[in-house]
């Protein structure tokens, strides 16, 4: 018998589809726990980069009071006086003046990170209001279309180098397919059923022309934003996310091309382009996650609150966060195309790899992280700068302006691929 059961553990082992099994599940809990968490992590950054923008404090009233503390006495004097009596400091000296300053006198400070956390149990606690007159299936079912397509694109994201084990190689991405782009178009062009459905189900004037909008608005930037990579899949000539990555990390990243085959002729004409395809891919990417200026669909000046003005509490929730959500996958689209993805750059990421896998996929981890960061801060930048446009202002900076100029841009990059070598 324990012969028997020791020759089955054996080929267990020796069979590689456990250790695929369990890496995907790693991973799959990994990318998602990281996007919800960056989901509440964009919150956060919205108003903090909203009050630093209109020069106000932003979120700062969300801290632990002192008060809660009785046995240290009252909140005004008695626990930074008990605290620097402890330490033997001085109530008068600087680190008193510098606690005060940080209104240890007063709370213990938070910095804004306990609002989406108290956010989030607002909207959980609020009463659930459903109308009478709506299309309930529908209704209920339209939030989570909204929330689930994000989630899924986000799959194909690479947020590391592959990595070599004893039972074999680990791509750092949940599905190392060699159709990304496609995937994360294809499945996130998908929420717009749940806009469309939110809008119908409402059986409402205003929500309907919110979802109106919203599948106008985000089925032209949809080809938009397809014809504005297809540049830069001439240049890396494959689909695969990974690949791209580990092209633009030994020859320069698409918007930095400063070392490997990143400083040839070539490589520096096609950089016209290939800038043209970043500043349409990103416009595009604004508009397809409903963002300022292009938040159309939702506009309060002409539509009350558009496609989701009959919900709330967590339905309501559902469209905030696959918002949020969107936001966080077009952003590493961007950063995986046009930045490096987890490229430390200039040579690093090789450098890394010959002294130790793991640190360079830890350290490549943290510098994707970090870059999905700057552009999160560059989305609500330019949510609080720039007015709202009109809505044919929307679709005629689509139709009449990136879709000629995306078609005129392939045609430059075949030529540059062409003729200069």
């Given at each position: ?24 599940v ?21 108003r ?5 923008i ?14 809660l ?68 299936f ?18 194909v ?41 939110a ?9 309907f ?17 397809g014809?504005?990579?297809?540049p830069?899949l ?23 091309p400063?070392?490997g ?8 004409l ?23 200026p ?24 559902s ?76 679709m ?26």
């Open positions: 018998m324990m012969d028997t059961l020791w020759n089955w553990c054996c080929d267990v082992l020796s069979n590689p589809t456990w250790f695929y099994l369990l890496t995907t790693l991973k799959l809990v990994l990318v998602f726990a990281v996007i919800l968490a960056f989901v509440v992590v964009s919150v956060w950054i919205e903090r980069v909203a009050g630093w209109q020069d106000r404090p932003g979120p700062n009233r969300a801290g632990l009071p002192l008060f503390l009785n046995r240290f006495g009252s909140k005004e004097k008695q626990p930074l006086k008990e605290t620097l009596h402890f330490f033997g400091c001085s109530q008068d000296g600087w680190v008193a003046r510098l606690c005060r300053w940080l209104r240890f006198d007063r709370e213990i400070p938070t910095f804004g990170l306990m609002q989406p956390a108290l956010d989030g149990g607002k909207l959980f606690l609020k009463q659930e209001i459903t109308p009478s007159y709506v299309r309930k529908y209704f209920i079912l339209a939030p989570m279309l909204v929330l689930g397509p994000p989630l899924v694109a986000a799959a994201i690479p947020f590391s180098s592959s990595v070599s084990t004893a039972f074999g190689d680990i791509s750092m991405c949940v599905a190392n397919l060699n159709i990304g782009p496609l995937w994360v178009f294809a499945v996130s062009g998908l929420s717009v059923y749940g806009l469309t459905l809008g119908w189900s409402s059986n409402s004037k205003y929500p022309l919110g979802g109106m909008r919203a599948t106008a608005q985000l089925i032209s930037y949809e080809v938009a934003m014809l504005s990579i297809i830069l001439m240049m890396f000539g494959t689909l695969n996310l990974q690949d791209i990555v580990q092209s633009q990390a030994a020859d320069g990243w698409t918007l930095l400063l070392w085959q990143g400083l040839s002729l070539q490589r520096w096609l950089f016209i382009p290939l800038f043209l395809s970043f500043i349409m891919f990103t416009t595009c990417i604004f508009a397809e996650a409903n963002r300022t292009f938040d159309m669909a939702e506009c309060e000046t002409d539509l009350v609150g558009g496609y989701h003005t009959e919900y709330s509490s967590m339905k309501f929730a469209f905030f966060m696959g918002e949020y959500a969107a936001m966080v996958i077009g952003s590493a689209m961007v950063v995986t195309l046009f930045l490096g993805g987890w490229s430390i750059g200039f040579g690093a990421d090789a450098a890394l790899a010959s002294c130790c896998e793991w640190l360079a996929v830890l350290c490549q981890f943290i510098v994707f992280l970090l870059k999905l960061l700057a552009f999160i801060f560059f989305f609500v930048w330019v949510r609080w700068t720039l007015p709202r446009f009109r809505w044919d202002q929307v005629r900076l689509c139709w009449l302006v990136f879709i000629e100029l995306a078609v005129a841009n392939i045609f430059l990059t075949a030529a540059i691929l062409y003729f200069v070598k």
